[in-house]
């Protein structure tokens, strides 16, 4: 069972920055693409940003240039670095991985760790 498990949210001010960990109970070099998802209240859940195995990054356009995603295979970890943060990032971020070397794929979901943006 794979468990993906999210730390480093919490309360900050317009502006500043907050650095999201995502922790998986397996390598995550068996897991293709990892990415962070967010959920606002009464919004529907959209991908944040994602990376592959290779390490190529893809971006919401909402947050281009203030975040960074970054992948750690030896420590199992997937990272994302926010900075500049606005009141609209306030919302659950959620890690996810997809594994696409078995049939079906296999996709994972974090808890969620909140984060709250205050002007």
């Known amino acids: 069972q794979v468990r993906l498990v999210e730390s480093g949210g919490g309360l900050v001010q317009t502006g500043g920055s907050l650095r999201l960990s995502c922790a998986a109970s397996v390598s995550i070099s068996s897991i293709n693409d990892m990415a962070w998802y967010r959920q606002a209240p009464e919004k529907q859940r959209e991908l944040v940003a994602s990376?592959?195995?290779?390490?190529?990054?893809n971006y919401a356009d909402s947050v281009k240039g203030r975040f960074t995603i970054s992948r750690d295979n030896a420590r199992n970890t997937v990272d994302l670095q926010m900075t500049s943060l606005k009141p609209e990032d306030t919302a659950v971020y959620y890690c996810?991985?997809?594994?696409?070397?078995?049939?079906?794929?296999?996709?994972?979901w974090g808890q969620g760790t909140q984060v709250a943006v205050f002007s």
């Open positions: 990376i592959t195995s290779g390490g190529s990054t």
């Open positions: 996810h991985g997809v594994k696409r070397s078995t049939l079906p794929f296999q996709y994972y």
